[in-house]
C-alpha cells in the first residue's frame, strides 16, 4: 500500500486545514493514524482511528483536530482547528497497526511522504 499526503500549507493560528492521505489499497480493516514531525523534535503521536471506530488523541491537540475516514475512498482525513503555532511540522499518516498500541510508530506497516503545515503566530 502507498500513501499520499496532501492539504498542508500555511496558516495564520486560529485557522483550519484539513489533511487527506489517499491509500492505493484498501485500508478498510486496519488502524489509520497520523503523527507529526516538528523542527528538531522527535515524531510524535497525534490521532488514531481503528478499523471498529477508537479514536485517540494526543493530549495536545484534542479538542482542535478530528481524524476520520473513508474506506470507499480508502482515505483518511485529519481535519485541523484553532492551529497553534506549535501544530507546526511536517504530518505524516500511517496504516496497519500490528499490535495495540496506537501510539507506537514503530508499530506501522505503511507510512505516507509528509505534508508540511506551518502555522504562523
Known amino acids: 500500500v502507498q500513501l499520499q499526503a496532501s492539504g498542508g500549507g500555511l496558516v495564520q493560528a486560529g485557522g483550519s486545514l484539513r489533511l487527506s492521505c489517499a491509500a492505493s489499497?484498501?485500508?478498510?480493516?486496519?488502524?489509520v493514524a497520523w503523527f507529526r514531525r516538528a523542527p528538531g523534535k522527535e515524531r510524535e503521536f497525534v490521532a488514531a482511528l481503528t478499523w471498529g471506530g477508537r479514536i485517540d488523541y494526543a493530549d495536545s491537540v484534542k479538542g482542535r483536530f478530528a481524524i476520520s475516514r473513508d474506506n470507499t475512498k480508502n482515505t483518511v482525513y485529519l481535519q485541523m482547528s484553532s492551529l497553534l503555532p506549535e501544530d507546526t511540522a511536517v504530518y505524516f499518516c500511517a496504516v496497519r497497526l500490528a499490535g495495540t498500541n496506537a501510539r507506537d510508530p514503530s508499530r506501522y506497516g505503511y507510512w505516507g511522504q509528509g505534508t508540511q503545515v506551518t502555522v504562523s503566530s
Open positions: 489499497g484498501r485500508i478498510g480493516g486496519y488502524t
